[in-house]
């Protein structure tokens, strides 16, 4: 049976294999890619859309970056979860990392698999379909966009609660779990509940109002 770094020690993963790339290449590498999303959907709703107030397009950014992650991160644990420990590539190796915070990843836990299976398959394709509706200008923006924030805050409050059931899921030290189990998935609490109080411009009269 292959070593491991994850919490419990006890669990089996007899098909794990080490990262090949080290912890800051890798991190930087998925940073790219997130730049490369933030600053091609700016460009494009900048494009299309000049005069749309900075509400408007932060919106369209988020819900293209999220999509982006909910779609094929995420979905990316849902496919390949039972030989998820033992794979190389970008994705593989990122889950890895992350689940050095909490190793039901990589048990293929029914709970994380139902989760994010939801997280990746409807979110995901929705908050492309908002960032659409923010294109042009269409008012069912609002009602998916508050049905996607409520369904991102409700799957994090399950996921926090979960595993705090149960902290040896987590490696001791306060990094994994400060940085990569609570701040990585916080973003999409107080995003979801921000979305609220966004302004937005009114499509018929271009006035600024609170949704």
Not at 53 to 67: E, Q, Y
Not at 76 to 90: D, E, K
Not at 93 to 114: C, G, N, P, V
Request: proline share 5%.
């Amino acid at each position: 049976m292959s070593t491991h770094n994850y919490y419990p020690p006890s669990i089996e993963l007899p098909h794990f294999v080490e990262n090949e790339s080290p912890v800051i290449p890798l991190i930087l590498r998925f940073g790219v890619l997130w730049a490369a999303v933030i600053v091609g959907s700016y460009s494009l709703i900048t494009r299309l859309r000049p005069t749309y107030k900075l509400s408007d397009r932060i919106a369209f950014v988020w819900m293209c970056l999220t999509g982006f992650i909910h779609l094929f991160f995420e979905a990316h644990f849902v496919i390949y979860h039972a030989s998820l420990a033992g794979r190389q590539g970008l994705f593989d190796q990122l889950w890895k990392e992350y689940s050095l915070s909490d190793s039901r990843y990589l048990t293929s836990d029914a709970f994380l698999i139902s989760m994010e299976a939801v997280t990746a398959f409807c979110w995901g394709p929705l908050a492309f379909l908002i960032a659409y509706c923010i294109a042009v200008q269409h008012p069912m923006r609002h009602a998916l966009q508050i049905i996607v924030s409520l369904g991102q805050v409700y799957g994090d409050v399950l996921y926090y609660a979960t595993s705090l059931l149960d902290v040896s899921y987590c490696r001791p030290e306060g990094y994994y779990f400060w940085f990569y189990y609570f701040f990585f998935n916080f973003i999409w609490v107080v995003v979801g509940c921000c979305k609220y109080g966004l302004p937005r411009c009114d499509i018929a009269t271009n006035d600024v109002q609170t949704i």
